[in-house]
């Protein structure tokens, strides 16, 4: 199991870090001794909203590879809705089994074409600019499409890596890793 | 109002980034426009307990001149509970007015003496390994001693974060920005 997070100038770290952190633990904690995971962007040099510089292990190499990639929101969403170059490489994950978003990440998997005909939501701020990329935008913490995982707000990231947990490995390591990162 | 954020390697990305992103809008939400952060490192490389890479902004400067230090948790927090270097870098927080921890990142407190005769939480699974540093080791989210404040586990750094925004502006700027990170 390949997870690819991809990471963007201008993202909000929250939404990745709140995804990351529980998934991680799949193969930390040992439920998924097998996973391994990308920080993948498509420059070398990724700083977040307000400054704050991350280090990307693949820089812009092919999404194809992955079997889920994950996509975080943030004010520089808006930016790269309109990098052509940008949404060419996220295209490059239509492969994918399974592409999720938190927060506004999900304006850039409309922009890539992953949403239509799909149900998905955003941070309820961003609700109309959702509406244009997808057949309809629910008002929930996740909505899970199958193939598409979309999550709401910034800290709806936590929680849409414990579903993943879930809907990985089952309700047992789900547990076990809301425990060990004592989210209520 | 100046802001250190303590990073070092092996710490636990979500125990940084869910206080660093609430606290950080009272800035870009203009309800302190004055703030300002660094991100204090003793070395020049940081990584996480999984090894993503986050970039410094201030390597091994004494801490002294900030009003608040914010401390994260970690598996890695355990060697530097026995780095003498680290430790005593640590100390030079002392004249900081607040001093703050999430998880594990009391311990560090505790070590560096900021602990001495206060109630503090951490991990529930460290409550043991605190109780040499303070006076009392209490099992809530938050608790606030005035000068020192510690979180309990992980994704209480969020709370820690809220609680921070609500102390240092008020309750409209914590809604408000409660609202922004959609937590719940």
């Known amino acids: 199991m390949r997870i ?3 990471i963007y100038q201008g993202m909000t770290l929250l939404d990745f870090a709140g995804v990351y952190d529980p998934v991680t633990r799949l193969e930390s904690m040992d439920f998924m001794p097998d996973l391994v995971w990308e920080l ?3 420059t070398a040099q990724v700083k977040d909203n307000i ?3 991350i280090v990307p292990t693949k820089v812009g190499e092919p999404l194809d590879r992955y079997d889920i990639i ?3 929101g ?3 969403s808006r930016k790269m809705l309109e990098d052509e170059n940008f949404i060419q490489w996220l295209k490059t994950a239509e492969p994918c089994p399974l592409k999720a978003s938190v927060c506004t990440g999900s304006l850039l998997l409309g922009k890539a074409g992953f949403l ?9 701020f961003a609700f109309v600019e959702l509406s244009k990329f997808c057949s309809s935008v629910v008002d929930a913490r996740i909505v899970d499409e199958g193939d598409v995982i979309t999550a709401r ?3 709806s990231s936590i929680d849409l890596g414990l579903y993943l947990c879930e809907k990985l490995v089952g309700e047992q390591s789900k547990e076990a890793i ?7």
Do not use: W
Request: proline share 6%; aromatic share 12%.
């Open 51 to 53: 400054g704050l510089e």
């Open 178 to 184: 809301r425990r060990q990162i004592d989210y209520q």
């Open 74 to 76: 943030g004010f520089g």
């Open 153 to 155: 707000g910034v800290s």
């Open 70 to 72: 994950i996509v975080p």
């Open 116 to 124: 239509r005909g799909k149900k998905a939501t955003t941070h309820p």
């Open 4 to 6: 690819g997070f991809v």
């Open 40 to 42: 993948c962007a498509f």
